[in-house]
Every structure is written in structure tokens, then in C-alpha cells.
């Protein structure tokens, strides 16, 4: 069931081997989303600061005050769930005054059927020399309604401000607001340079888009998002995993690959590739498409935007039109196989001038598609690439990365800026860094609002749609029959995958990527009919005899990187035709005091982590320069 579809409910529960408590509850469980009031102890003194004489006239006077705060908090005593007692010089026989007050404020002027948690503790006096008695109230209201109150007339629109929650404000130097790769680059290297900084990321964990974990059938751990890194081509990310001692291994890559084409026939090869080709009658279309797509990438410079011819600024689909390379139905499936494996879009829904600048910034498109010693599926890590993530979190100061802090607005006026989280807490800082998924601001209210050709173009970038399955084995079975765990596919769901084991944990797996619209069919069956789909195809791309082995799986784990919240797809925001051309100027350009990383944002290794991290330290470097000179870029 859905956490929208959980209703808030209190439920009052007593221990079996106890015996009846009578008037009160051993236990009580307060669930889903709800607001909790507690009270300060209260006294049974008048407002005029005198008591009543009698014990019994006091506990009435302390329940009254009880009621009054609950009220004033938008709660009443029928949303009563604990009671405490303080009783001075308490005897067994005090016992009625403080019980029927109680009972008859609860059943009798609210109705309530249920008896709350009651904590008596006798104590020699109170503050007061006349006081006999003081009581505390915990309620629990279900939902966040309450009561309006005069306060509420001066409330910002979308919730609560420091006027209704004085939580004091966090002043440092900076603010980096993500704590994906580039946001921990960038809060590192801040650090580094002595700038107090804090990180707030949004969700329960840090790492963006990568995300390792342990496996539950053995030793070992599995990438569930980014996984690869390479020591020649992308330098950053490798040199941090020198800094901090991580070990790295060799992508396998002995043996045969299957390929799946449009009619559904396997083909095994060393190079799928090339027997896909000669499988059919495209051959030469297929070899052509991939050498204009080399070389239409080769002749892009990354560092500019605005050169792109103006009548090729179209889709990657009419692109290949206007080539003569889209007549047939196996390349168009190809075409849609490449583009959704690289950036999860279709072929309509890609720009061209996009789609070729991303792949040059990945070291042209035999980098983008290989592994080996340059390719892009180089190195894993030993502990999965979030080690990386917890290494640079865990050598920053102390309690600066901060969890479960979705931004709600980011406000520039005047010297400072102002971040507040969504649940109301705020950061005051000279600077702000930006490092999150572009079709993520949304999720932001900028004061002043977002200039035109930035909001313009982050407003129109379309998370790749994304998921990632990992089957593991008992034993690495595809090895055994000479395949190297790459198993490509026209029809899906499978679109590509990679084998991710490590015999140091015997730990033997494969990683299936789902795409593109195949992706998007795909999402909407059920979770067990998404992992049958899986595990049938690889059962089908590597036939009758190894079958029975691809179904033998051992454990299964699943993101779907399109429904995970704050980041809505991978492995990045695409952009359609057109977009890069017009507004690709303004895409790092700070705002005031506001700079922007995000792997989206590099020049190199878009959507890898490298560019994650060459980001972040570029969004650094335009902090620490700005705030050495004093000025805003």
C-alpha cells in the first residue's frame, strides 16, 4: 500500500503477561504522518499565580491549564496519548482526586473511549511551595490539520516560517544543496579551501546516482546505479579513489556477446556488432549509422554550443532522415536502442546537437560503448562506487553533511542568501552551489525567480527514463559457457547489460539495464511480472540449453531510477532539439550568488561521475574565486 493511502491512527495497546492496568495503557503506537504536542508540566495555579487549598482542587486547576496549551497548539484532550504526574507527598489515598478529574475530562466532556499512557512519580516538593501537584500532556493529532491562528495571516505562501516554528538559522560561509557526486566534490573541495560549508541533501542516503549495496545471499556488495570509473580518461573521480585507498578491478571481458535483433533472432559473436550485420540485409545501413554518429560527434567542441548548424538543430530521428539512414525498421530500432542506452530518450525526444555533444564529452563513441583500458566500463570498485561517496562525506567536518533536507526555496536578497529546507529549517550563507538534476528545480522556489534562458532551459530537460536490474548466481554460469555477460537487445525489455562480479566474494551477477520506451512499457506491469520479464528474456537471448540456468537466480535487486524521488530518472536530463544551440550560454552561468554543478552540467563525462565531479569542483572554484575578491559573478 502506498504511504498516501496509509491513514494516521493511534493505537492504544496493553502487555499480555501484565496485568490490567484499569484506567490507563501500557503502550501506545502512533502511525503515519501526524503532528505531536507536548506540554511543559503544569501546575493547578490560577492565573493570578495562587492555588487552590486542596490536592483535588489543584488537579483540576493543572488539567484545566492542560487543556488550555493543547488548545492553543491547534489539539485538544481527546488527541491525548500520555499523561505524566508529579504528586507531592503522594499517598494511595490521593488516588480518587487525581483519577476521577482525569476520567471525567476525557469520557465525559470529550467523549474519548480510549485510556492513554499515565506516569505517576511521587516527588518531596515541587517549584512552588504551595504547589501539590503538576501534570504533562504528549498528544498526537493524525494528518497536519490544526486550527487557523492570527499567526497564519502572515505566513509566506506554502507553509510554515519562523514565525510559527523559531528555529534558529545556520549561518555559514556556503551552502551546497545535493549530495550527489557533484555536490560532495563541491562541498569537499569548499571545505578544503578553510570556507565553512554545510550539504543538505534531500534524501535518506548520499551518493545521487550511485547506490551500492551489500547482497543479502552472501558477502559482497552490487552497484545498483553508476559503476564504472577509468584511470586513464577520467581522472578525477580515479584520483579519488587514491586519496582515500579504495580498491579498484578489471571489468571481465573474455568472451562471447549475444546480440538480439528486430526478429527476435540471437546471434553470438565476439563481436555482436559486426554479426548482427551480416545477419541481415542492413548490413551496410548498420555499419554506416554507427560511423556518422562517430563522426558527427568527433566534430563537436564541447566548450561551444552555439556553432551547430541551423537546419540540423533537429531530433536525432529527423537527423537520420535527413541522412538517408531511417528508411528501414532494424536501424530505427537501433537508432532507439542507441539513444535510449546512452541517455534514456528516444530518438523524437533527443536533439541531435545534444546527443553528439554528450557523447564527445565521453571520449567519442567507442569509448561510450567499451570497456578495456579507455573504454568508459573500465574499472569497478571492490566496495561499489558509493564508497567513494561515504569517503568524501566521512572527511568533511562533522555534522556539515546533512540527510533529509529537501530545499524549498532558495532566496538572493541582499548580502546573504537564504536556503530553507521543506520542513522549515533555514541556512544563511554568502554563497550557494546548485548540484542537483536540472528537471529537479522545479522542485525549488528561487527568489529572485531563475533568469529566463536558464529557467528556459532546465524547465525542458526530460530525466532519462532508467532502471537497473542485478541478477546474481550461485556461480558464474554464462562464463562457463565462454559468453562475457553482454546481452544486447532490439526488442527488450533488456536493452544492454555487463556482468558485475567479483570472485574475491564469489560474488557472481549480471547487470540488466531497461531503457527508453521499452523502459516505460516495462514500469507499468507489476514488480513480479517486471522480474519474470527480465529473467525470461535473458532465459530466451541465451537459448534452451543455458535457459534453465538464467532462471536458477539467486537474489534480485531492482531501481527504477525514473520513480526515485529528488532524482526522477538517469543517467541524466536530456535535452531536445534545439535547446543547446539557443540557451547552452546560460546552462553553468551563475545567478548572483547561486553557482550550479550536477554531472549535467560538465564539460567532459557528461552523466558519468567523473563529470559529477569535475562539476562540482568547477562550481567550487568559482566560490572560492568570488569569495576571496569579494564579488558576485
Not at 261 to 290: N, T
Not at 422 to 441: C, D, E, H, M, R
Not at 481 to 492: D, E, H, P, W
Request: aromatic share 8%; hydrophobic share 40%; with cysteine.
Amino acid at each position: 500500500m502506498a504511504p498516501r493511502d496509509v491513514h494516521p491512527y493511534t493505537s492504544f495497546v496493553n502487555g499480555t503477561s501484565i496485568s490490567d492496568p484499569g484506567w490507563y495503557s501500557h503502550g501506545v503506537s502512533i502511525n503515519g504522518a501526524g503532528r505531536l504536542v507536548l506540554t511543559s508540566g503544569q501546575l493547578g495555579q490560577f492565573k493570578d499565580g495562587s492555588f487552590p487549598d486542596t490536592f483535588g482542587g489543584q488537579v483540576k486547576q493543572a488539567i484545566a491549564n492542560v487543556v488550555d496549551v493543547l488548545r492553543a497548539a491547534g489539539t485538544s484532550p481527546r488527541d491525548i496519548v500520555q499523561l505524566r504526574f508529579y504528586a507531592v507527598d503522594w499517598t494511595l489515598d490521593a488516588g480518587a482526586d487525581l483519577v476521577k478529574p482525569v476520567i471525567a475530562l476525557l469520557t465525559e466532556e470529550y467523549g474519548v473511549t480510549y485510556r492513554p499512557l499515565t506516569t505517576l512519580i511521587p516527588v518531596a516538593k515541587l517549584a512552588f511551595p504551595a504547589a501539590k501537584i503538576e501534570v504533562e500532556a504528549v498528544a498526537s493529532v493524525g494528518g497536519l490539520s490544526r486550527p487557523w491562528t492570527e499567526a497564519d495571516g502572515h505566513l509566506p505562501p506554502g507553509g510554515a516560517s519562523a514565525v510559527a516554528r523559531p528555529v534558529p538559522s545556520v549561518e555559514v560561509d556556503a551552502i551546497v544543496v545535493g549530495g550527489g557526486f557533484s555536490g560532495l566534490a563541491a562541498a569537499y573541495e569548499l571545505q578544503q579551501a578553510g570556507i565553512k560549508t554545510v550539504l543538505l541533501e534531500a534524501r535518506h542516503r548520499i551518493g545521487g546516482r550511485s547506490r551500492s549495496q551489500p547482497l543479502k545471499s552472501g558477502p559482497g556488495v552490487i552497484d545498483m546505479g553508476a559503476t564504472w570509473i577509468n584511470k586513464w580518461t577520467q581522472p578525477a573521480v580515479y584520483a579519488l579513489t587514491e586519496k582515500f585507498g579504495l580498491e579498484t578491478a578489471e571489468q571481465y571481458t573474455d568472451g562471447d556477446e549475444v546480440f538480439q535483433c528486430i526478429d527476435g533472432q540471437a546471434v553470438r559473436s565476439s563481436d555482436s556488432h559486426q554479426d548482427q550485420a551480416s545477419a541481415d540485409d542492413v548490413a551496410a545501413k548498420v555499419q554506416q549509422l554507427y560511423a556518422t554518429i562517430a563522426e558527427a560527434a568527433e566534430q563537436r567542441d564541447i566548450r561551444k554550443w552555439d556553432d551547430f548548424p541551423q537546419n540540423e538543430d533537429v531530433s536525432v530521428a529527423d537527423w537520420m532522415i535527413e541522412k538517408g539512414l531511417y528508411d528501414d525498421a532494424a536501424i530505427r530500432a537501433q537508432c532507439s536502442h542507441l539513444t535510449s542506452a546512452i541517455v534514456g530518450r528516444e530518438p523524437h525526444e533527443t536533439g541531435a546537437h545534444y546527443f553528439f555533444d554528450y557523447i564527445k564529452s565521453c571520449g567519442g563513441w567507442v569509448s561510450c560503448v567499451t570497456e578495456g583500458e579507455y573504454g568508459a566500463q573500465s574499472l569497478k570498485l571492490k566496495k561499489g562506487t558509493s564508497s567513494i561517496a561515504v569517503a568524501l562525506a566521512a572527511a568533511m567536518e562533522p555534522g556539515s553533511v546533512i540527510i533529509h533536507s529537501p530545499v524549498g526555496s532558495i532566496t538572493q536578497y541582499g548580502q546573504k542568501s537564504t536556503v530553507t529546507t521543506v520542513t522549515g529549517q533555514t541556512f544563511i550563507a554568502k554563497k550557494v552551489v546548485l548540484a542537483i538534476p536540472t528537471n529537479t528545480y522545479a522542485n525549488i522556489r528561487f527568489s529572485p525567480p531563475l533568469p529566463r534562458a536558464k529557467k528556459a532551459l532546465v524547465s525542458r530537460t526530460k530525466p532519462g527514463i532508467y532502471a537497473k536490474m542485478v541478477l546474481t548466481y550461485a556461480s558464474p554460469w554464462w562464463r562457463h559457457a565462454g559468453l562475457v555477460g553482454k546481452f544486447t537487445s532490439m526488442l527488450g525489455p533488456i536493452c544492454f547489460s555487463w556482468e558485475t562480479s567479483d570472485e574475491a566474494t564469489r560474488q557472481y551477477s549480471l547487470a540488466l539495464f531497461i531503457a527508453g520506451r521499452r523502459a516505460s512499457e516495462w514500469h507499468a506491469l507489476s514488480e513480479l511480472a517486471r522480474e519474470e520479464a527480465i529473467i525470461e528474456h535473458l532465459a530466451t537471448l541465451v537459448g534452451p540449453q543455458l535457459a534453465s540456468k538464467a532462471r536458477d537466480v539467486l537474489e534480485v535487486n531492482c531501481v527504477e531510477w525514473t520513480k526515485e524521488d529528488f532524482i526522477g530518472g538517469a543517467p541524466t536530463s536530456a535535452m531536445g532539439p534545439g535547446l543547446l544551440n539557443q540557451y547552452g550560454s546560460a546552462l553553468r552561468e551563475p545567478f548572483g550568488d547561486l553557482h550550479f554543478g550536477g554531472g549535467e552540467l560538465a564539460y567532459e563525462w557528461k552523466g558519468y561521475l567523473e563529470g559529477a565531479v569535475t562539476s562540482g569542483q568547477r562550481a567550487a572554484s568559482e566560490v572560492i574565486k568570488a569569495l576571496a575578491s569579494g564579488s558576485k559573478l
